[in-house]
C-alpha cells in the first residue's frame, strides 16, 4: 500500500509541476496560445481550468502526504528491537574510562639521519 501511495505522489508532483509552469502568473500562459474566437474552450475557461486543476493536485497532494505518513513502515512496527539509538547509548563506553595522552612534549628530538 505504501508503494502505490508512493507512486500516486510521484505522479502528481509531476503533475503539478507541469500544471504550474504552464500558467502565467500575468495571465497569459497557456491560455494566450488560445486566441481563436471559436475555440470550445475559450481563453478564461483555459485559465479557469489551469486554476481548478492546480487547487485539486495541490489538495490531492495534501491528502495522500497525510495518508503515507500513517503508513509508512517505521522500524519499531517491523521488529520488537529498541532503536539504534538506545542500543548505542546501551553499549556507550564509561567515561571515565578515556584514556589520557600525553600533554608534555618530548625533551630531546630524535636526530635526522
Known sequence: M???LSVLLVI???LLTLIVLVQNSKGGGLAANFSASNQIMGVRKTADFLEKATWT????LVVLCL????ILPSSGKLNNSN???DSQIENAG????????PTTVPMTLPEEE
Open 94 to 101: 564509561d567515561p571515565s574510562t578515556i584514556p589520557s595522552f
Open 57 to 60: 493536485l495541490a489538495g490531492s
Open 83 to 85: 532503536s539504534i539509538l
Open 67 to 70: 495518508l503515507a505518513a500513517f
Open 2 to 4: 505504501y508503494q502505490l
Open 12 to 14: 502528481v508532483c509531476v
